[in-house]
């Protein structure tokens, strides 16, 4: 029989609305925490990363508070998991204006004797209680002073948990113990309830928002005083992540980290990653994950820039559980090289990899990104009749087929137009290991990107040429394949695949297939894609090169971050 807890006061902050003045403008907000001076808010309809600690004077009730009268752009569609708005307990009632008959003596009673719930509801509530704030403001990283986003479970050790359980009288939420819960230690951290125990009333010395968490950007170690951070560093003598290199590209290096050698590592880095996800269940047992870290290197010391984790053996065929990239290095492009790492391993394994859900807001965009990005770049390649950066080719006696020129070009694979030299050049002295690739495995890695032997080259790509009156013609590429065709080529799940076409509209242009010889496009090359209408009615999507190339303009996609070259697996 399962263990039954009686049901704590879960209290996740008021559910009333307030209005909150920043910047002169006024927004909506929940209030989670109080003290004499400022007030800890939740913005309504954003995430937590935005939960700040505002003075309590610009902080007023709004007129029908209640959060039900809330009326703004997305607030009836679902809350993602994790929102505030969405995690207060269903037993929790509104401290606002309470329904018809709430105040009579029958229905206190009764909300009083709640049924008791079993020992995973128990942990699942005070999971959403704790998690609802964070519990460092900020977090000191090397020379970073980084601004924290989510809470993160930090275990406290023996000496923290006899006096730092102190409860504060402000905190709502602030419970000294969870009621048959032992406090969570450094040795013994197995339930996630043991974990969470650790932020409960814990203040490190100062109050809730001015919280600092101090970790070593070699090791990963914590400290909670900035002393013994300090004296830590100037003894730790980590120069790279504990694993082996996997991509080299300058100074730009990839580590492949496994979980189950490197346990205190990996843990320490799951703890800090977890400073900036939400959404992703934090387990200290690492065994079945691998870690790909991403490094900058100078002349004493590699510097972490993010990472990202994957399982040893996904049966779903995820590539990807997590991935963080520090703020400091945001917006450079190191997001978009780790996705693109990870779906290469997928394509090295011989399987079709796709992200953990549920994916966050920052993660759907870069993702979303990638997908978009992946498939124009495939589309330019795919619905151009000449290779990139060929202006024109000239044939000497007979008439020879112009395919013949896109496969024999050197410049097939890239996108941008670049051509790979075919120039032996002196190794250099100076520079990185694993910067300079032979030509020939260059060639051959370069091969495998475009693989000329898939169907949707060799059959399901044609060129047609029509002749004109005098003399010229004029060639167009014709594809005519299934959604799947174009997701197997490009090595992305048909879902996925679908999704990002919807988003950058190339499946507006429709029409039905009632016809056996589908009519064919005259400006421009063009491919035709399959699919099945309402009712069952065959459908037709037609994507010209002229839509892919406003896509291409309106997302600003870029070439690849990742040189195939340089993976050195």
Known sequence: ??????PAD????????????KNGVEQQAHVLERNEEDVYVHYVNTDKRLDEWVAARDVRPAAGGHEADVVSNGAGRKRKRGSIAGEGSRRTSSPSKPDAGAGTPQVKEEQDAAAPITEEEYDIEHRQQITAKRNFDKVIFGRWQIKTWY????PLSEAEADDGGTPSVHTPHSAAKIPGVSRASIRAHGRTSDLLAGGLGRSHGHTGQHATLWVCDRCFKYMAEGLSWELHVKKCGRRSPPGRKVYQRGAHIIWEVDGAKEKLYCQNLS???????DIKTLFFDCDNFLFYILTDADSQRDHVLGFFSKEKVSYDDYNLACIVVLPPYQKKGYGMLLIEFSYELSRRAGKVGTPERPLSDLGLRSY???????????????????????????TTGPVGDVSDAFVQSPARDTEDGSSISRTKKRKSTKGWDGEEIPAAARALRTAQANDMNDPMWASLRALETTAHADGSATTHVVVRCTLADVARATNLRVEDAAFALNECGLLVRRRADDSPAPAKATNGEHGEADGEGAGGVGVVIAVTREMVEAVAKQRDVKRMCMDLAHVLL
Not at 10 to 21: S, T
Not at 151 to 154: A, G, H, Q, V
């Open 271 to 277: 703890l800090f990653g977890k400073l900036f996800i």
């Open 368 to 394: 979303l990104t990638y997908w978009i990005s992946t498939l124009v770049r495939f589309f330019r390649r795919l619905l151009s009749v000449l290779p990139p950066d060929t202006a024109q080719v000239v």
């Open 1 to 6: 029989m399962p263990k039954t807890f009686q």
């Open 151 to 154: 809470f993160s479970p930090y």
């Open 10 to 21: 879960a209290h996740v902050g008021d559910r009333e609305v307030w209005i909150v003045m």
